[in-house]
C-alpha cells in the first residue's frame, strides 16, 4: 500500500481517482537494488515424497523441471498478473527443501533486479508455478497433495525499504 493523503493514510496503489484500475506509474522512482524471496509448500504421502526423493517419478526429473517452470514463470509474470510491470530481471534462483517429517517440499524463491518497481510478485509467481508443476508431475501417484503456505518472505529496495515475514507483528 502507498500513501495517499498528507497524514500518510495506507491506499491501495493500483487504483484512480475515480476507482479504477490504473498501472502505477514508476517512471519519477529510482533505480535501486531490488529483491524478494517468495515461498510455498507442497505436502504429500510419504510414498510420494519416497518416489520424488529417489527420482522414481514416471515424469522425469520433479524439481529440476519444477525449478525450471518456476524461473519461467517469474519472467513472465507481467503476462499473468494484469497490472505487473515487465521486467528485465537480474536472476531468479528456485530452490528445493525436502521435509521427510511432513512430509512435503519447500519450495523457495528469490528474484533480483535493478529497477523501478519491487520483484515480490515475481518470487510469489516462481514458487507458485513450481509448486503446481510439481503437483502435476506427481498427480498420478497422489491427487490428495496440498500446495500452501504461499508467502512472501523478504523483500528489499525501494522506498519501503526492507520486509521480513514475522516483523510485523
Given amino acids: 500500500m502507498g500513501t ?22 514508476v517512471s519519477a522512482k529510482a533505480e535501486t537494488e531490488r529483491v524478494a524471496t517468495a515461498e510455498a509448500l ?66 523457495e524463491a528469490t528474484v533480483t533486479l535493478k529497477g523501478r518497481t519491487g520483484v515480490e510478485m515475481e518470487a510469489l509467481t516462481a514458487v507458485s508455478v513450481a509448486a503446481l508443476t510439481l503437483y502435476d508431475m506427481c498427480k498420478a501417484v497422489d491427487r490428495g497433495m496440498t500446495i500452501g503456505g504461499i ?5 528489499s529496495g525501494g522506498k519501503s525499504g526492507t520486509y521480513r515475514a514475522g516483523d510485523e507483528a
Avoid: Q
Avoid at 522414481?56 to 526429473?61: F, L, P, R, S, T
Avoid at 508467502?151 to 523483500?155: D, G, V
Fill in 42 to 107: 507442497v505436502s504429500m504421502r510419504p510414498e510420494t515424497f519416497a518416489l520424488i526423493e529417489s527420482g522414481g517419478i514416471a515424469k522425469g526429473d520433479v524439481l529440476g523441471v519444477a525449478r525450471i517452470a518456476g524461473i519461467m514463470a517469474a519472467k513472465r509474470t507481467a503476462d499473468l498478473i494484469p497490472l505487473c510491470h515487465p521486467l528485465a530481471l537480474s536472476r531468479v534462483a528456485v530452490d528445493f527443501a525436502l521435509l521427510p517429517d511432513r512430509p512435503a517440499v519447500r519450495i
Fill in 4 to 25: 495517499g493523503d498528507p497524514g500518510g493514510a495506507p491506499r491501495l496503489t493500483h487504483f484512480d481517482e475515480h476507482g479504477n484500475a490504473a498501472m502505477v506509474d
Fill in 151 to 155: 508467502r512472501l518472505l523478504h523483500k
